[in-house]
């Protein structure tokens, strides 16, 4: 019996000293690590963590545990009792040398890449409050310009990638890569990193289309075994940003008016005349027309996502709301986005991808009139009744209205309706199979489909060209497009050598239907087309677009010292004469990694990165839209009813691509772990430059396609982030980009000229493209306030000139910037998170075109006029210096000249947010991982001496526009926010 | 194996594929017809033809955008009336148009630029017509083909005849041997960059290519085509500019004798401009449907007529013509002048001017913006036909053919028997000539090639610089250098546009 208590106490005794340690490994964001290594120090005992993270281990008390993972920094753990759980933290390690680097076709990691590439990943993005991914990199990646074209809800930036290097009007944005195939739409709350492309060594293999720089986004997927939920909520309130432009008020504009009243031989104001005609209380009407039609407006945005992985099975599913409400009178977006990505996993060598991203969108927008009419609309004019309803206004309406547009756009907004709507749908099927350990193939192929549908309706009970008829006119867009890209993929490694590579053919085909109808004479209180009577007009065309390429590259590495990447590729396209179509886009880039060189690694510690990189490949463009090089007839115009074709196109049956060969040097570098540091230094030349060369009008046409000429785009960008501050509980990051880029025309055998609403640019060689020549402005004659201008004469003196056709143009600015960059920093404290992020430019022109209007010397004296800079003043009498005329002496004065073109230089703080992850211990108890909130800023301030709306200035060449011209646009927003991020 | 040969099969079955994606690389555009394709079938020429009739009233594309103040015709009618006697400014204005009020054009104005730019595109048309039926071989040429052919020498002549009143000094205001005329294009393929021709020169190629014309066209398809008649009109008032008179009088002769026109009747004619493609007065006019009714921001109506909503309404039919029309209230051309009232029975004025509308371009269907603007009329004829006449000294012939208007423009009460006292035989022929073709787009011309100054000594915003209290109704300006233009100021020609210098450097501009 004493045997068996003995036996019995002993093994009892035994299991707490020898006994299964447990636990869970958790990231430093609380998501479980499976696959970690824990091992028994000492010894060569050792389990890995499960798909839920969770361990079990023989240990006893007083023995240390090592926790080992990839990219984490280690941890050690002593055991001191046997009778509780160990979860452990781990934390990822600083160096980030292994972190992968998705490049498009093929993965490397940070130390193989030889090329000029950022990377951004969901944290760095989690400032997204909108759906549009030029807001996210504002200012955070070197080399990278956006523009906020306009402040309309639902409207993207404009994004450049080291200059210009086109000066054809069609899409100049960089090429966008979504989950490894070309095109494809994303929400950027499911955006896992983005990858920007910049040199050829990189964007290389991306052959003809990469000539303005690669995007590549890759989407979230499921990671841990658990589900893990992640749950946002965005609510922001958003005010107009008018900039400087600010419309006088009654009294401003009333002193305005007396100076049309100024006497020309007295140069005193003829009062009796002036108050003859524009009675004293003018002074005190006062109706804020700006201020009022901009209200401030809500935006919401919704997300949900979950994912999920099993043995065989991952997904992602996310769901996005979008609502934005504009500043500007009946004007919102809203958007639904919806992604599904999942992966199947059959056997240890066949996996399938399914991935689906559905987006629906609708949103109403404006008619640019109204938008013009409110901000021209004279302050003494109330556009309601006293009974609070808006007034009729018309030619013909009894009664004072001042304003010179006898409308008025209330009324013309609320019996209106400019809607639009959107639906799109991508699916990519992606097949990877592993062949051999080597060697494998992938099949990655998209659907894609969008439709378009735009509705403009004015109703006849508006003043204006539709009274009594109405307006009606909807277009409908529909796109197909498919996409196959077939590679083999090759790896392997023998020794120090490690060669992989990939070589395959891509597909690619789009098809467009366009339609569109128009009429007048409808009923009161109908708007759809069935009920238009009158002037009924159609159109519509649809075209094809294809794509074909085969492609090809090889990595080689020695000892992860030497690398070398080269790729070529060969690419068809049907937007170039059949004869003519086709081309090849070679690239190689090699880099060193001297930090990896035993030499270095004995002698160097403070430097623990050391990397030197060299690039050179060709890319090209093929995007100038399709048949450009023909002569063509249009055929939609008619002649009493009678099909008419007009001259439309002059022949260019030579017309071929342009191509760019890119040079890229680039060092990176990191000190002591806590500074990064890059710079690259660039060359492209871009050889047969399509343009549109200005013909003389005497031809009939205005201008031809044509390859003539090069530019050059050389810079510098400079890249450094510094850890200022790490301890436990505080960190402060530091982080200033900036990149200067001078372009360069050349090869141009005669200048020639380009304009938009009579603003000209001239391009010839040793100058920067969207160079303006205009008429030079000299100010005002001190004797007469008469406008003066430059006279260039025929033995090259100089002389002032108030005849506006006597002066000569000349070059007086340029629309690009010397240099741009941006700065962002943050500091953390426990859980709190302060982060800001600025932009800058200096060195660009820009044409204020809404002065020619708003800043008029008299010319329309019943427009409202801009509140003038403090330094300006204008012409009273003889021996005034002045800035501005005298309105009885200003002929031609608003014509086009340098007096509207101005300094587009700023620096504007982008956004400040101060963010708060709640102790684990309270989120636990909330049963969260993670709750985070965030209060944030946007668009705080500007810094500019642009007498305007905004000096960031649209960069596209179009129908409407001109790079570096600014007229009215929907002004940007001043944005505060709140937002909560919960994981569970 | 299994593997590799499942390798292989793929590869090969991939290579077909790209091989077999036979994907159609030469995409034409399914709206437009190439150049090339033009002259396979007839009716590629014939569209072609249409456009260059399109074109007088498309708004076209100009400077990467389309502008609605930019049509062929808007600018032809503005752009000579407005800098008239007939036409008075009733307001100050950004638009180009009021340059030409006020005489201080810029080579830069956009209305200018625009009509040189589409004179030359219609040009183009024509040669690239001409061409395909002259020189391609791959046109029969019959009857219709004939037709077209001449209806584009037609267009041509009318186009390069337009642009020489605009740009060049007239023929009897200047050197004609030595002023520099338009640049000529004959054919669609000559280098870009070509000199001015003189005035002769450019004149010579008007009257050959309207010559061709006439005796080319012998099929008309309708008065909104041109035809052997229209040729033989433009060659009547080319011979008149260049006060060649016996053929001017002997094309006008033709014109009437053709037996194919009548004049409206004091009865018909204030119906007259609203249905002109009907009548049988018309000899050549530019049709216009519902489709190219250009509302208020586009229309050649809406500036100088308005329903309150229906157009701008700023310029207005001056006092100097009115006091030409005053002493004949009965005249029926007084229908074409709408007088705007107050509701107390007062003239309505908008800043400080009277305003009286004109309705010549209006209410075709109804609608207040819309006409079909004619460009030869029977009446003109008569007109030609008199000055040729009067400066031949013939007054009874003369008298006669100014009477033949008055009697259908219900003047049959006050004909002339002769010449009043204080007036030439001239000044009859001319007034007559500015009462019936007033507002279309002859009157500048008219002064000049007669040395006549242009006198616009009535308050209006020609006057630069002026404000409403300024105008005193009581006393007529003075003073003031807008009143009175000298014939042979060079200020009066339009500058040759900029862009056109700019790119062509053989091109002289105006002083």
Same mark, same amino acid.
């Given at each position: 019996m004493r045997k068996i208590l003995l036996l019995v106490g002993f093994v009892l005794l035994m299991i707490p000293v020898f006994s299964q340690v447990k636990g869970v490994v958790f990231d430093e964001n609380g998501n479980t690590l499976p696959g970690v290594n824990v091992v028994l120090k000492g010894t060569t005992n050792g389990v890995v963590t499960d798909l839920d993270g969770k361990y079990s281990i023989n240990a006893s008390k007083g023995d240390v545990l090592v926790f080992q993972y990839m990219g984490y920094v280690s941890q050690e753990l002593t055991i001191e009792s046997l009778s509780k759980n160990y979860d452990i933290f781990m934390e990822q390690d600083?160096?980030?040398?292994?972190?992968?680097?998705?490049? /498009?076709y093929s993965n490397k990691t940070k130390t193989e890449v030889a090329s000029a590439v950022a990377v951004l990943d969901s944290k760095e993005l989690l400032d997204a409050n909108s759906d549009d991914v030029g807001s996210m990199l504002q200012g955070k990646v070197a080399g990278v310009q956006v523009v906020s074209?306009? /402040?309309?809800?639902g409207s993207g930036s404009q994004i450049r990638i080291r200059g210009v290097s086109t000066i054809k009007p069609g899409n100049e944005e960089p090429l966008y890569v979504v989950d490894g195939i070309i095109g494809g739409s994303f929400d950027p709350n499911d955006v896992e990193t983005l990858t920007v492309l910049k040199d050829a060594g990189a964007t290389g293999v991306y052959g003809a289309r990469a000539n303005k720089g690669v995007i590549i986004v890759t989407t979230k997927t499921g990671k841990s075994g658990k589900t893990q939920f992640n749950f946002k909520a965005s609510v922001g309130m958003k005010t107009a940003d008018h900039g400087n432009l600010k419309m006088m008020s009654g009294s401003e504009f009333y002193d305005w008016s007396s100076e049309l009243y100024r006497d020309p031989q007295t140069h005193e104001i003829d009062k009796i005349k002036f108050y003859k005609f524009y009675p004293k209380e003018l002074a005190s009407q006062n109706y804020d027309w700006v201020g009022n039609a901009f209200q401030p407006a809500l935006t919401q945005q919704y997300n949900l996502s979950a994912a999920g992985r099993s043995d065989k099975f991952s997904y992602y599913a996310s769901g996005t709301y979008f609502n934005d409400k504009g500043t500007f009178r009946n004007t919102g977006y809203e958007k639904v986005n919806f992604r599904l990505n999942t992966k199947y996993q059959f056997n240890k060598w066949i996996s399938l991808k399914n991935n689906v991203n559905a987006y629906a969108s609708k949103g109403t927008s404006y008619d640019y009139m109204d938008m013009y009419y409110t901000y021209l609309a004279l302050p003494w004019d109330d556009p309601y009744n006293e009974d609070g309803t808006i007034k009729y206004i018309d030619g013909n309406t009894p009664g004072k209205w001042w304003s010179r547009d006898k409308i008025n756009p209330y009324h013309t907004i609320e019996n209106s309706d400019h809607n639009y709507k959107s639906f799109g749908i991508d699916y990519d099927l992606v097949l990877d199979v592993s062949i051999t350990k080597w060697l494998s193939f992938s099949s990655s192929n998209r659907l894609s489909f969008s439709t378009d549908k735009s509705h403009d309706f004015v109703s006849p009970i508006t003043a204006g060209p539709f009274h009594g008829k109405g307006f009606i006119n909807e277009r409908q867009n529909n796109w197909w497009g498919a996409l196959s890209s077939n590679m083999f993929h090759l790896n392997f490694d023998f020794g120090k050598h490690s060669i992989s590579g990939l070589a395959g053919f891509e597909l690619n085909g789009g098809s467009n239907d366009y339609m569109w109808v128009e009429g007048k004479g409808l009923p009161e209180g109908f708007d759809v087309p069935s009920v238009a009577s009158s002037e009924i007009k159609i159109g519509g065309t649809s075209t094809l677009e294809y794509f074909n390429s085969l492609i090809s590259q090889v990595n080689y590495d020695y000892d992860k010292r030497y690398f070398l990447t080269a790729s070529f590729r060969v690419d068809k396209t049907s937007n170039f004469p059949p004869d003519n179509n086709t081309a090849m886009f070679p690239s190689i880039a090699a880099s060193w990694m001297v930090s990896n060189e035993n030499f270095f690694k004995d002698n160097v510690s403070f430097m623990s990165m050391l990397k030197v990189r060299a690039s050179y490949g060709v890319t090209g463009d093929p995007e100038i839209g399709a048949s450009r090089y023909m002569g063509l007839f249009s055929l939609s115009s008619q002649y009493n009813n009678n099909s008419a074709a007009i001259p439309y196109q002059l022949a260019n049956y030579n017309l071929t691509w342009e191509r760019t060969n890119m040079i890229n040097f680039g060092l990176d570098m990191n000190f002591f772990n806590r500074v990064d540091f890059s710079v690259d230094v660039y060359n492209n030349v871009t050889k047969d430059l399509i343009v549109l060369v200005a013909q003389p009008l005497s031809q009939g046409f205005e201008h031809r396609w044509e390859n003539a000429g090069e530019v050059t785009n050389k810079g510098v960008e400079l890249n450094l982030n510094v850890i200022a501050v790490k301890t436990r509980s505080v960190e402060w990051n530091i982080g200033v980009n900036f990149s200067k880029n001078s372009n360069i025309l050349s090869g141009i055998e005669n200048p020639f000229f380009s304009s938009v609403g009579g603003v000209s640019q001239i391009y010839r060689n040793d100058a920067s493209i969207y160079t303006f020549i205009l008429p030079k402005w000299l100010g005002v004659d001190e004797q007469t306030g008469a406008p003066l201008w430059e006279k260039i004469n025929d033995d090259g003196t100089r002389e002032p000139t108030s005849m506006y056709k006597d002066a000569t143009p000349q070059e007086v600015g340029k629309a690009l910037p010397d240099f741009v960059g941006g700065a962002s920093t943050s500091v953390s404290w426990k859980g709190l998170t302060l982060f800001a992020t600025m932009a800058y430019q200096y060195g660009n022109d820009i044409y204020n075109y809404s002065r020619v209007a708003m800043d008029n010397d008299g010319h329309e004296p019943f427009i409202n006029a801009l509140v003038p800079k403090s330094d300006w003043s204008r012409w009273e009498r003889p021996g005034d210096v002045a800035t501005h005329p005298s309105m009885q002496n200003a002929d031609l004065s608003t014509e086009t000249s340098s007096r509207y073109l101005e300094d587009g230089s700023f620096i504007k703080i982008r956004n400040i947010s101060l963010s708060y992850a709640l102790p684990k211990k309270w989120s636990a108890g909330m049963k969260m991982h993670d709750v985070i909130l965030t209060l944030r800023a946007e668009n705080v301030y500007t810094w500019t001496n642009y007498w305007g709306q905004d000096p960031e200035v649209t960069l596209a060449k179009g129908d409407w526009s001109m790079p570096g011209v600014s007229d009215f646009k929907y002004p940007n927003n001043r944005q505060i926010v709140f937002n909560i991020n919960l994981k569970f | 194996m299994k593997v590799k040969y499942t390798i292989q099969v793929l590869f090969v079955l991939f290579a077909v594929g790209i091989l077999s994606s036979c994907s159609k690389w030469d995409v034409s555009p399914r709206d437009q017809i190439s150049t090339e394709s033009l002259s396979e079938t007839k009716d590629g020429i014939v569209n072609v033809t249409n456009g260059v009739y399109a074109l007088f009233k498309d708004q076209v594309e100009f400077n990467g955008f389309i502008d609605d103040n930019n049509s062929y015709l808007r600018q032809y009618f503005q752009m000579s009336d407005f800098a008239s006697d007939d036409i008075v400014c009733g307001q100050v204005t950004?638009?180009?148009?009021y340059y030409s009020f006020t005489y201080t054009h810029s080579p830069d104005q956009a209305n200018s630029r625009f009509f040189w730019y589409v004179s030359y595109k219609m040009i183009n048309g024509t040669n690239t017509v001409i061409d395909i039926i002259e020189n391609s071989g791959k046109i029969e040429r019959d009857n219709m083909v004939n037709q077209i052919l001449g209806e584009n020498y037609f267009l041509r002549a009318f186009s390069e005849f337009s642009l020489l009143k605009f740009y060049a000094k007239l023929p009897t205001a200047g050197n004609p041997d030595s002023d520099p005329g338009i640049i000529l294009r004959t054919t669609a393929n000559e280098p870009a960059k070509k000199a001015r021709a003189t005035v002769t020169e450019s004149y010579n190629q008007v009257i050959a290519d309207a010559t061709m014309a006439a005796s080319l066209? !012998?099929?008309?398809? %309708?008065?909104?085509f041109a035809s052997k008649e229209a040729a033989w009109a433009l060659l009547s008032r080319a011979y008149l500019y260049l006060e060649d008179n016996n053929k001017a009088i002997a094309y006008a002769d033709s014109v009437i004798n053709s037996g194919r026109f009548t004049l409206e009747s004091a009865s018909s004619f204030p119906s007259y401009f609203p249905n002109a493609l009907a009548s049988d007065e018309t000899i050549f006019l530019i049709a216009y449907t519902q489709q190219d009714n250009r509302g208020k921001f586009g229309s050649i109506a809406s500036m100088i007529y308005s329903? &309150? !909503?229906? %157009?701008? &309404? *700023? *310029?207005f039919a001056s006092e100097s013509i009115r006091a030409d029309m005053d002493d004949h209230l009965e005249d029926i051309r007084w229908k074409y002048i709408d007088t705007l009232h107050k509701d107390d029975g007062s003239i309505m004025t908008k800043n400080g001017i009277q305003v009286f509308y004109i309705t010549k371009f209006s209410f075709q269907d109804g609608d207040p913006n819309l006409s079909s603007p004619v460009m030869f009329r029977l009446s003109e004829m008569y007109l030609n036909r008199a000055e040729g006449y009067a400066k031949n000294g013939d007054e009874t012939k003369a008298l006669a053919d100014v009477n033949e208007i008055r009697k259908n423009r219900g003047l049959e009460g006050s004909l002339y028997n002769s010449v009043p006292a204080g007036e030439t035989l001239l000044d009859v022929v001319l007034k007559e000539r500015r009462l019936e073709l007033a507002? *279309? &787009?002859h009157r500048t011309f008219d002064l000049i090639r007669n040395h006549k100054n242009i006198v616009r000594k009535y308050w209006g915003y020609h006057i630069k610089g002026i404000q409403s209290p300024d105008i005193d109704p009581d006393n007529p300006p003075t003073g003031y250098p807008e009143l009175v233009i000298n014939w042979n100021d060079p200020i009066i020609n339009y500058f040759i546009p900029a862009d056109e210098i700019l790119a062509n450097d053989l091109c002289v501009q105006n002083p």
């Amino acid at each position: 019996m004493r045997k068996i208590l003995l036996l019995v106490g002993f093994v009892l005794l035994m299991i707490p000293v020898f006994s299964q340690v447990k636990g869970v490994v958790f990231d430093e964001n609380g998501n479980t690590l499976p696959g970690v290594n824990v091992v028994l120090k000492g010894t060569t005992n050792g389990v890995v963590t499960d798909l839920d993270g969770k361990y079990s281990i023989n240990a006893s008390k007083g023995d240390v545990l090592v926790f080992q993972y990839m990219g984490y920094v280690s941890q050690e753990l002593t055991i001191e009792s046997l009778s509780k759980n160990y979860d452990i933290f781990m934390e990822q390690d600083v160096m980030k040398m292994d972190e992968v680097v998705v490049m /498009g076709y093929s993965n490397k990691t940070k130390t193989e890449v030889a090329s000029a590439v950022a990377v951004l990943d969901s944290k760095e993005l989690l400032d997204a409050n909108s759906d549009d991914v030029g807001s996210m990199l504002q200012g955070k990646v070197a080399g990278v310009q956006v523009v906020s074209e306009s /402040g309309a809800p639902g409207s993207g930036s404009q994004i450049r990638i080291r200059g210009v290097s086109t000066i054809k009007p069609g899409n100049e944005e960089p090429l966008y890569v979504v989950d490894g195939i070309i095109g494809g739409s994303f929400d950027p709350n499911d955006v896992e990193t983005l990858t920007v492309l910049k040199d050829a060594g990189a964007t290389g293999v991306y052959g003809a289309r990469a000539n303005k720089g690669v995007i590549i986004v890759t989407t979230k997927t499921g990671k841990s075994g658990k589900t893990q939920f992640n749950f946002k909520a965005s609510v922001g309130m958003k005010t107009a940003d008018h900039g400087n432009l600010k419309m006088m008020s009654g009294s401003e504009f009333y002193d305005w008016s007396s100076e049309l009243y100024r006497d020309p031989q007295t140069h005193e104001i003829d009062k009796i005349k002036f108050y003859k005609f524009y009675p004293k209380e003018l002074a005190s009407q006062n109706y804020d027309w700006v201020g009022n039609a901009f209200q401030p407006a809500l935006t919401q945005q919704y997300n949900l996502s979950a994912a999920g992985r099993s043995d065989k099975f991952s997904y992602y599913a996310s769901g996005t709301y979008f609502n934005d409400k504009g500043t500007f009178r009946n004007t919102g977006y809203e958007k639904v986005n919806f992604r599904l990505n999942t992966k199947y996993q059959f056997n240890k060598w066949i996996s399938l991808k399914n991935n689906v991203n559905a987006y629906a969108s609708k949103g109403t927008s404006y008619d640019y009139m109204d938008m013009y009419y409110t901000y021209l609309a004279l302050p003494w004019d109330d556009p309601y009744n006293e009974d609070g309803t808006i007034k009729y206004i018309d030619g013909n309406t009894p009664g004072k209205w001042w304003s010179r547009d006898k409308i008025n756009p209330y009324h013309t907004i609320e019996n209106s309706d400019h809607n639009y709507k959107s639906f799109g749908i991508d699916y990519d099927l992606v097949l990877d199979v592993s062949i051999t350990k080597w060697l494998s193939f992938s099949s990655s192929n998209r659907l894609s489909f969008s439709t378009d549908k735009s509705h403009d309706f004015v109703s006849p009970i508006t003043a204006g060209p539709f009274h009594g008829k109405g307006f009606i006119n909807e277009r409908q867009n529909n796109w197909w497009g498919a996409l196959s890209s077939n590679m083999f993929h090759l790896n392997f490694d023998f020794g120090k050598h490690s060669i992989s590579g990939l070589a395959g053919f891509e597909l690619n085909g789009g098809s467009n239907d366009y339609m569109w109808v128009e009429g007048k004479g409808l009923p009161e209180g109908f708007d759809v087309p069935s009920v238009a009577s009158s002037e009924i007009k159609i159109g519509g065309t649809s075209t094809l677009e294809y794509f074909n390429s085969l492609i090809s590259q090889v990595n080689y590495d020695y000892d992860k010292r030497y690398f070398l990447t080269a790729s070529f590729r060969v690419d068809k396209t049907s937007n170039f004469p059949p004869d003519n179509n086709t081309a090849m886009f070679p690239s190689i880039a090699a880099s060193w990694m001297v930090s990896n060189e035993n030499f270095f690694k004995d002698n160097v510690s403070f430097m623990s990165m050391l990397k030197v990189r060299a690039s050179y490949g060709v890319t090209g463009d093929p995007e100038i839209g399709a048949s450009r090089y023909m002569g063509l007839f249009s055929l939609s115009s008619q002649y009493n009813n009678n099909s008419a074709a007009i001259p439309y196109q002059l022949a260019n049956y030579n017309l071929t691509w342009e191509r760019t060969n890119m040079i890229n040097f680039g060092l990176d570098m990191n000190f002591f772990n806590r500074v990064d540091f890059s710079v690259d230094v660039y060359n492209n030349v871009t050889k047969d430059l399509i343009v549109l060369v200005a013909q003389p009008l005497s031809q009939g046409f205005e201008h031809r396609w044509e390859n003539a000429g090069e530019v050059t785009n050389k810079g510098v960008e400079l890249n450094l982030n510094v850890i200022a501050v790490k301890t436990r509980s505080v960190e402060w990051n530091i982080g200033v980009n900036f990149s200067k880029n001078s372009n360069i025309l050349s090869g141009i055998e005669n200048p020639f000229f380009s304009s938009v609403g009579g603003v000209s640019q001239i391009y010839r060689n040793d100058a920067s493209i969207y160079t303006f020549i205009l008429p030079k402005w000299l100010g005002v004659d001190e004797q007469t306030g008469a406008p003066l201008w430059e006279k260039i004469n025929d033995d090259g003196t100089r002389e002032p000139t108030s005849m506006y056709k006597d002066a000569t143009p000349q070059e007086v600015g340029k629309a690009l910037p010397d240099f741009v960059g941006g700065a962002s920093t943050s500091v953390s404290w426990k859980g709190l998170t302060l982060f800001a992020t600025m932009a800058y430019q200096y060195g660009n022109d820009i044409y204020n075109y809404s002065r020619v209007a708003m800043d008029n010397d008299g010319h329309e004296p019943f427009i409202n006029a801009l509140v003038p800079k403090s330094d300006w003043s204008r012409w009273e009498r003889p021996g005034d210096v002045a800035t501005h005329p005298s309105m009885q002496n200003a002929d031609l004065s608003t014509e086009t000249s340098s007096r509207y073109l101005e300094d587009g230089s700023f620096i504007k703080i982008r956004n400040i947010s101060l963010s708060y992850a709640l102790p684990k211990k309270w989120s636990a108890g909330m049963k969260m991982h993670d709750v985070i909130l965030t209060l944030r800023a946007e668009n705080v301030y500007t810094w500019t001496n642009y007498w305007g709306q905004d000096p960031e200035v649209t960069l596209a060449k179009g129908d409407w526009s001109m790079p570096g011209v600014s007229d009215f646009k929907y002004p940007n927003n001043r944005q505060i926010v709140f937002n909560i991020n919960l994981k569970f | 194996m299994k593997v590799k040969y499942t390798i292989q099969v793929l590869f090969v079955l991939f290579a077909v594929g790209i091989l077999s994606s036979c994907s159609k690389w030469d995409v034409s555009p399914r709206d437009q017809i190439s150049t090339e394709s033009l002259s396979e079938t007839k009716d590629g020429i014939v569209n072609v033809t249409n456009g260059v009739y399109a074109l007088f009233k498309d708004q076209v594309e100009f400077n990467g955008f389309i502008d609605d103040n930019n049509s062929y015709l808007r600018q032809y009618f503005q752009m000579s009336d407005f800098a008239s006697d007939d036409i008075v400014c009733g307001q100050v204005t950004t638009d180009p148009l009021y340059y030409s009020f006020t005489y201080t054009h810029s080579p830069d104005q956009a209305n200018s630029r625009f009509f040189w730019y589409v004179s030359y595109k219609m040009i183009n048309g024509t040669n690239t017509v001409i061409d395909i039926i002259e020189n391609s071989g791959k046109i029969e040429r019959d009857n219709m083909v004939n037709q077209i052919l001449g209806e584009n020498y037609f267009l041509r002549a009318f186009s390069e005849f337009s642009l020489l009143k605009f740009y060049a000094k007239l023929p009897t205001a200047g050197n004609p041997d030595s002023d520099p005329g338009i640049i000529l294009r004959t054919t669609a393929n000559e280098p870009a960059k070509k000199a001015r021709a003189t005035v002769t020169e450019s004149y010579n190629q008007v009257i050959a290519d309207a010559t061709m014309a006439a005796s080319l066209m !012998n099929q008309s398809r %309708g008065k909104e085509f041109a035809s052997k008649e229209a040729a033989w009109a433009l060659l009547s008032r080319a011979y008149l500019y260049l006060e060649d008179n016996n053929k001017a009088i002997a094309y006008a002769d033709s014109v009437i004798n053709s037996g194919r026109f009548t004049l409206e009747s004091a009865s018909s004619f204030p119906s007259y401009f609203p249905n002109a493609l009907a009548s049988d007065e018309t000899i050549f006019l530019i049709a216009y449907t519902q489709q190219d009714n250009r509302g208020k921001f586009g229309s050649i109506a809406s500036m100088i007529y308005s329903d &309150g !909503n229906s %157009g701008w &309404g *700023e *310029e207005f039919a001056s006092e100097s013509i009115r006091a030409d029309m005053d002493d004949h209230l009965e005249d029926i051309r007084w229908k074409y002048i709408d007088t705007l009232h107050k509701d107390d029975g007062s003239i309505m004025t908008k800043n400080g001017i009277q305003v009286f509308y004109i309705t010549k371009f209006s209410f075709q269907d109804g609608d207040p913006n819309l006409s079909s603007p004619v460009m030869f009329r029977l009446s003109e004829m008569y007109l030609n036909r008199a000055e040729g006449y009067a400066k031949n000294g013939d007054e009874t012939k003369a008298l006669a053919d100014v009477n033949e208007i008055r009697k259908n423009r219900g003047l049959e009460g006050s004909l002339y028997n002769s010449v009043p006292a204080g007036e030439t035989l001239l000044d009859v022929v001319l007034k007559e000539r500015r009462l019936e073709l007033a507002f *279309e &787009g002859h009157r500048t011309f008219d002064l000049i090639r007669n040395h006549k100054n242009i006198v616009r000594k009535y308050w209006g915003y020609h006057i630069k610089g002026i404000q409403s209290p300024d105008i005193d109704p009581d006393n007529p300006p003075t003073g003031y250098p807008e009143l009175v233009i000298n014939w042979n100021d060079p200020i009066i020609n339009y500058f040759i546009p900029a862009d056109e210098i700019l790119a062509n450097d053989l091109c002289v501009q105006n002083p």
